[in-house]
Structure formats: structure tokens, C-alpha cells
């Protein structure tokens, strides 16, 4: 069974960095999307960005300058580097791949169970 899991959150001051990853293990044909969405208590999740496989990225606005995707295809693993942290970036931050099971079966989406990013001072 594919799985996601992420790392790499955790507490940051406001203009700091994180680096998040994720990666898929499992019985994987093809990973088509790989992306970032966040979900801040009383909100709804949200897309943060995300990457094909040719390294189409797609950015929130709201992160745009600060946030760059990116991924390993050969890893199955996708990145999120998040600079000049805010404290409305604070959120729990999911992993999503969008992944080809076969001619039949077409495309499922995975998530990851998440990883706490904190910006406070």
C-alpha cells in the first residue's frame, strides 16, 4: 500500500526556514502532481503549491516569492523550502500525490497524515 510521510516541520521565528519533505513508498506506477496543502485551525485546507513531473509548479499567492517546490522523481519525494516564515503561515502542512495506478484503474490521491509548521516569535 502507498504511504506518504512527512518531515521536516517543527517551531520557527518569523523570517525564518524550513525545509519540508515528503516521500512515497509503496507499490507506485507513476506520481503525477506531488503537492503542499495547509489547513490552519477554523480553516479550510488550502493549496500551498505543487509540481508535476516535468517541473510545472503552481504557487499560492500568498506564498509566492517565499515558497519554492520542488521534487525528486526518482525518490518519489517532494520538497517545500519556505523562507521569510510568517506567523499566518502556521498551519499543518499535508503532502498530496496524485498517482497513475494503472490503464484500468486511472489516477487515486494520497495524502500524508501531516507535519505542524509553527511561526511565532
Known amino acids: 500500500q502507498v504511504q506518504l510521510v512527512e518531515s521536516g516541520g517543527g517551531l520557527v521565528q518569523p523570517g525564518g526556514s524550513l525545509r519540508l519533505s515528503c516521500a512515497a513508498s509503496g507499490s507506485i506506477l507513476r506520481i503525477d502532481i506531488m503537492g503542499w496543502y495547509r489547513q490552519a485551525p477554523g480553516k479550510q485546507r488550502e493549496l500551498v503549491a505543487d509540481?508535476?513531473?516535468?517541473?510545472?509548479?503552481t504557487y499560492a499567492d500568498s506564498v509566492k516569492g517565499r515558497f519554492t517546490i520542488s521534487r525528486d522523481n526518482a525518490r518519489n519525494t517532494v520538497y517545500l523550502q519556505m523562507n521569510s516564515l510568517k506567523p499566518e503561515d502556521t498551519a499543518v502542512y499535508y503532502c498530496r500525490a496524485e498517482m497513475f495506478l494503472g490503464p484500468l484503474d486511472g489516477q487515486y490521491d494520497y495524502w500524508g497524515q501531516g507535519t505542524q509548521v509553527t511561526v511565532s516569535s
Open positions: 509540481i508535476d513531473r516535468g517541473g510545472t509548479t
